[in-house]
C-alpha cells in the first residue's frame, strides 16, 4: 500500500490535542438541577439497570433503596467527540461515574471513582462482563467528600480526570483506546455499596462535538484506462463553529492519501470497479463518517479488424480486444467485465459476420484475473442480444483447479442455457477448443494439441438465418465486487473457416475404394506428373497426413498398405469423416467426394 502524506502527521496531531482542550471547555449542555439550569435530554434507563433518581435541594439524587450494587443512570444522546464532568459525592461505600454508552446497556465505556478503594479508573464492559483498561489512585476519600470527574472521548481515545474540588486537575489525564462507537448515549451512574447509600450530584455539563459531514464530486464519473480523475471535497462541512482540516482518502486500488486541502487527482491505470473513500476530520479531532463512490474505469478500445468487438448484455463497465503481432505470432487480448453467460449473457464478444457452414478454432494461452465463474469461449449467435439463441465452446478457469470446458446452447431466444456435462480434458490441457456448424446442427470439441480433437457434444438449433455472428467471447464471473480487476485474455490461433466436407483418407479418385487397388496410386501419380484430373478431394489424397502432396511418398504409402502389409491411412479411415489434421483445411476439398462415396 502506498501512503502520501502531504503534511506532518505529527504537526496535526498537535494541532488537534491543543484544540480539544480548548473546545472542551466550552459548556454546550448544563444541568444544575434547579431552576434557571439548561435541561439536559435525560433519557432514563431502566431496561438493565433501574432505580430512583430525584431533585432534592438543586442536587441530583441516584439511588437503590431496594438492593445492593443494581445502579441507577442517566443518559443523554450523543456523537463525535463528547466531554462528561460532574462534582459529585457518594453518602456511603458506593462509586458514580460519568459513562459513555454504545449499543446497549451491556456494552459501554465509563470513568469511576470508587469510594471504598479511592481508585479513580476507565474500564469496559461488554456482554455484562467489565474490565478495567486503566486506573490511579486517588487516595482515601470520605463519604460525603465531594469529587469532580471528567471522562472525555476524543477521536478513538478515552480520557478520565479526577480531582478534589480547589485542586487543580491533573496534568496527565488516564487514558485508553475507545475502538466500539463514536455515538451513543453520555451521562452518569451510581453504584451504591451500602444498603440506603445515594449519589449526589452537584450539576452534569455535556460538551458535545457532532462529527462533520464528508462529501465529494469525481471528475469524470467513469472513464477508459488510464482514467486520471479529479476528487473535490469542498462540499464537505463540519458542524457549526468549527473547520475541516483533513481529508483521507481511500482510492480503492491500493493507494490512500491524506491533504489538508479539499482537491486532489488521480489516475487509475488498470480497468476494474473502484470504491473510492472519504473521511472528514475537524478542527476539534472528530472524524466523520465514511462516504462511498464506485468508479468503472473501462478497458482501452483498439483496432481490432477484420473483427468486431462488442460487449453483449450490460458489463460492470466497457470492455475492449487488441491485436497484436501477424501471422502464427498473432495474438488477441481481450478484456472484460462481464459476469458470465446464463439466461442472458454479459460479456465481451469479438466477432464476424458468417454465412453458412464454418468452424471457429481458438487456443487460450493466458488468462489473468480469472474468478471461479470465468470463462472465454468460441460460439455462434443470432444476433448482439444478450438473450440471443447461441451455441458455444466454453473453457472455464476454476481456483486451485484443472480447467474445463461445456458445450453450450440456447434454443428459445432470452430462453434458459443448457449445458453439457463439464468436461476435464487431462494430460496438461492447453486450451483449443472448436465449435462447428453444419447446417443447423453445431457441434463443440477439444484438443489437448490442436491436431487430435474430442467432441464435446452436438445439437441441432433449427430455424436459424444462414449468417450468424462468430468468434470469441470471455465474461470475468462473478459478483462484482469494489476492487475487482478485469479479466485479461489471450487468444492465439483464431480462426474462422469453412469445414471440410466428410470424406475418406486414401480415397483420392473419390469413388468410395481404398483399400487393395492400385486405381488411387494411379490417379495420385497421373494428376501429379502427367497433367491428369484433380482430385475431388485433396485432403484425401494425403494417405500418409503430413500435410504434403508433391512427389511420390503418398503413392508409395497406399501401395504399400493395399500390398505389402504397410500402416493404414491417417484418419478419417476407414469410414467417411471430417478431415481433423492441421494441413486437412490447407489442402482443402474443391469439389466435394460423391456422396455415395462416403456411405
Known sequence: ??????????????????????????????????????????????????????????KLVLADPLSLRIGTWLLTPFSGNVSVRTQATSTANGYFACFLHGSACKNAYWGTVNFATGEASIGRTVNASGTI?????????????????????????????????????????????DETFSSGSAGVFYEPWTTGAKGVFEYVEITNHPPPEAAFTITPEAGLAPLEVVLDASASAAAEGGRIVLYSWNFGDGNVEETAGASL?????????????LTATDDSGVVSSKV??????????????????????????????????????????????????????????????LTGDFRITARVSELANYTMASRIGVLFR??????????????????????????????????????????????????????ERRGDVFTASSSVDGQAWSELGSQEIPWLPATLLGGVAAARGGAWLPGSKALHAV?????????????????????????????????????????????????????????????????????????????????????????????????????????????
Not at 487527482?265 to 473513500?277: A, F, M, T, V
Not at 501471422?327 to 459476469?339: D, N, R, S
Not at 458445450?407 to 496438461?428: I, Y
Request: charged content about 25%; glycine content about 12%.
Open 1 to 58: 500500500m502506498n501512503v502520501r502524506r502531504s503534511i506532518s502527521r505529527r504537526g496535526v496531531v498537535l494541532l488537534f490535542a491543543f484544540l480539544i482542550s480548548r473546545n472542551l471547555q466550552a459548556v454546550e449542555y448544563r444541568d444544575d438541577f434547579e431552576e434557571g439550569g439548561q435541561r439536559l435530554d435525560w433519557d432514563h434507563k431502566t431496561d438493565c439497570l433501574g432505580g430512583e433518581w430525584r431533585v432534592e435541594g438543586g
Open 265 to 277: 487527482k488521480h489516475i487509475y491505470r488498470e480497468p476494474g470497479l473502484y470504491r473510492i473513500q
Open 292 to 353: 462511498t463512490y464506485i468508479l468503472a474505469v473501462g478497458c482501452p478500445p483498439a483496432d481490432t479488424a477484420p473483427w468486431a468487438a462488442a460487449d453483449i448484455g450490460a458489463p460492470a463497465y466497457p470492455g475492449s480486444a487488441r491485436i497484436e503481432g501477424t501471422g502464427e505470432a498473432q495474438a488477441i487480448h481481450l478484456c472484460t467485465g462481464g459476469t458470465g453467460f446464463s439466461s442472458t449473457d454479459d460479456a465481451l464478444f469479438l466477432y464476424r459476420e
Open 133 to 177: 483498561l486503566a486506573s490511579t489512585f486517588l487516595g482515601n476519600l470520605t463519604p460525603g467528600e465531594e469529587v469532580i470527574l471528567q471522562f472525555d472521548r476524543i477521536r478513538n481515545r478515552l480520557e478520565l480526570r479526577a480531582w478534589r474540588p480547589g485542586e487543580n486537575p491533573p496534568a496527565d489525564p488516564l487514558s485508553a483506546t
Open 382 to 435: 443470432e444476433s448482439l442480444d444478450a438473450g440471443s439463441r447461441s451455441a458455444a465452446t466454453l473453457l472455464e478457469r476454476p481456483f486451485q483447479a484443472d480447467p474445463s470446458i461445456r458445450f453450450t446452447f440456447r434454443l428459445q431466444t432470452d430462453g434458459s442455457l443448457d449445458e453439457s456435462t463439464m468436461t476435464k480434458p487431462g494430460g496438461g490441457f492447453q486450451g483449443w477448443i472448436r465449435i
Open 491 to 599: 487468444v492465439t490461433d483464431l480462426e474462422a473457416a469453412r469445414p471440410l466436407p466428410d470424406f475418406r483418407r486414401g480415397d483420392c479418385n473419390g469413388d468410395g475404394e481404398v483399400s487393395g487397388s492400385v486405381t488411387d496410386p494411379i490417379f495420385f501419380l497421373q494428376y501429379n506428373f502427367l497433367g491428369g484430373a484433380a482430385p475431388p478431394c485433396r485432403a484425401a489424397c494425403d494417405a500418409n497426413g503430413d500435410g504434403d502432396l508433391s512427389g511420390v511418398t503418398d503413392a508409395i504409402y497406399l501401395l504399400e498398405f493395399n500390398f505389402l502389409g504397410g500402416p493404414r491411412p491417417a484418419a478419417p479411415f476407414p469410414d467417411c469423416g471430417p478431415g481433423e489434421l492441421e494441413k486437412d483445411a490447407e489442402l482443402g476439398c474443391d469439389s466435394p467426394p460423391a456422396t455415395e462415396a462416403c456411405q
